[in-house]
């Protein structure tokens, strides 16, 4: 779904491109995309692009929902809609997908993503950063933020500006570098450094042993002595 307005939108139902239920014995389709570039919006309806939920066999992975404002200074204050790409559920739960938003002046690239799977535990699948192991994206200026059991893993070496990590919500390195200006991990800042995913806790793991790396660049003032 592409809906491009110049104006304002006023969304008070419901934009889908939700993948369908599977049959009782079929997985729950993927979910699509939900691509808005509006100059503002509005009102209080639904935006979403969730996985497919089948009972007997698995549910689809959580599709992309972005939400781009044109309009100058323009900011999410006077909509109180609800964006999701929730993963389906089944007997096992598909990943969620990502929900992209960037207020006004906002330079590409540059809105936050979230990575959110409404509670639905994934133990076999997670949402890729970046969306493929041959991306072309630039993602050095996105803050992601994963929350409610949603899970997170690099497909490649990645660079991003931030990564805020909530409670019941991972990050799986792959053997991968994932490098970033700030790392918050369940309310704890993590300082500068250079990190396994043993050394960061057990909200972030490594499936290739040990070798998959954070790097924080180390920040402060540098003092010469001659």
Do not use: H
């Amino acid at each position: 779904v592409i809906l491009s307005v110049a104006g304002t939108s006023t969304v008070a139902g419901v934009i889908s491109a939700s993948g369908i239920g599977g049959p009782t014995w079929a997985s729950g389709g993927s979910g699509g995309s939900v691509f808005l570039p509006t100059g503002w919006l509005i009102s209080n309806g639904t935006l979403r692009a969730n996985g497919g939920s089948c009972l007997n066999i698995g549910g689809g992975g959580g599709g992309r929902v972005a939400i781009v404002l044109t309009g100058a200074e323009a900011t999410f204050g006077n909509w109180a809609g609800t964006n999701t790409a929730y993963g389906g559920t089944g007997i096992t739960n598909g990943a969620a997908g990502t929900v992209y938003r960037a207020a006004g002046g906002i330079a590409a690239g540059g809105g936050s993503v979230l990575v959110d799977n409404n509670n639905a535990a994934t133990n076999a699948s997670y949402t890729a950063l970046p969306a493929s192991s041959n991306s072309v994206e630039n993602l050095k200026m996105t803050p992601w933020t994963v929350q409610n059991r949603g899970r997170i893993g690099l497909v490649t070496n990645a660079a991003i500006m931030s990564l805020t990590i909530n409670a019941n919500s991972y990050l799986e390195l792959a053997g991968y570098t994932l490098r970033l200006n700030a790392l918050t991990i369940t309310n704890r800042v993590i300082r500068g450094g250079t990190y396994s995913a043993s050394q960061l806790g057990a909200l972030v793991s490594d499936s290739s042993g040990n070798s998959g790396k954070v790097i924080i660049p180390i920040t402060g003032t540098l003092f010469l002595v001659r």
